[in-house]
């Protein structure tokens, strides 16, 4: 018998527990005003959902699509666990670009910090590696702030084989961006490059980082040594 969406959400509700989805609610700010007001959580969490992914993985795309447009917010991450896992597999370009095609049309669900996390990098990073990237500076233009943290998390995959360039660009580009979640995944994103490459990150600081935002700068420093943080953070670079 087919997998279907709705037999899914079906048993993924009845896993639920109560006292999680009041926990999810409070960590994932859904109160009014907040970054995922509106959000609504069945209780599960993230290794439950994993387990599931194997017997899933076959699913039909169009089935998909729908547990994607879920209401409940593990019920779309789960979607995209199953969406990774269906690229990981793909064994063409032109299998892997369906699933890329598929992941951009859906972007409009993928509208949380722990979804874009779990998906960008894995797959439009992977594709793109390879590609053309000006589609994440359009994506960085956006008004959502899921779909510009998409572009930026993308690149960690980039950074893992030392294509440095499209997280400068973008980190500029959003160094004014008012959202703090931007703030942190830019720092986040910069501060892999220092993983990778001291000089590269320490060289773009000393052109950009009195126009950081606090928080980006406290998260692109954090693996540098205690006297050069409080140097930086102190305006005496």
């Known amino acids: 018998m087919a997998i279907t969406a709705k037999q899914i959400e079906t048993d ?21 005003g907040e970054y995922g007001e509106g959000d609504v959580f069945v ?9 599931l992914v194997p017997k899933l993985k076959e699913i039909e795309l169009e089935e998909l ?7 409940y917010h593990e019920i779309r991450l789960l979607a995209l666990f199953i969406l990774v896992k269906k690229y990981q597999l793909a064994k063409t370009e032109t299998a892997q670009k369906r699933l890329v095609d598929f992941y951009l049309n859906h972007l409009a669900w993928v509208n949380n910090w722990d979804l874009v996390d ?11 590696l390879n590609h053309d990237k000006s589609m994440l500076y359009k994506l960085a233009l ?21 294509q440095f360039e499209p997280t400068l660009k973008l980190a500029t580009m959003l160094i004014n961006d008012k959202e703090d979640l931007m703030h942190k995944a830019c720092g986040w994103m910069l501060r892999e490059i220092f993983r990778q490459d001291r000089q590269v ?16 700068l ?20």
């Open 218 to 237: 406290r998260y692109a420093i954090e693996k540098h040594e205690p006297e050069v943080r409080k140097m930086y953070l102190q305006g005496l670079i």
């Open 118 to 128: 779990s998906s960008a990098h894995h797959i439009l990073g992977h594709y793109l």
């Open 201 to 216: 990150l320490d060289t773009y600081l000393k052109n950009h980082y009195q126009q950081m935002p606090r928080t980006m």
């Open 43 to 51: 209780g599960i969490r993230v290794p439950s959902l994993r387990k």
């Open 142 to 162: 956006s008004d959502d702030l899921w779909t510009r943290r998409v572009a930026m998390i993308t690149t960690f995959r980039f950074i893992k084989h030392n």
């Open 12 to 32: 993924v509700v009845a896993l639920g527990d109560p006292e999680i989805a009041q926990h999810s609610k409070r960590f994932f700010k859904t109160g009014k």
């Open 65 to 71: 699509g729908k547990l994607q447009q879920c209401q």
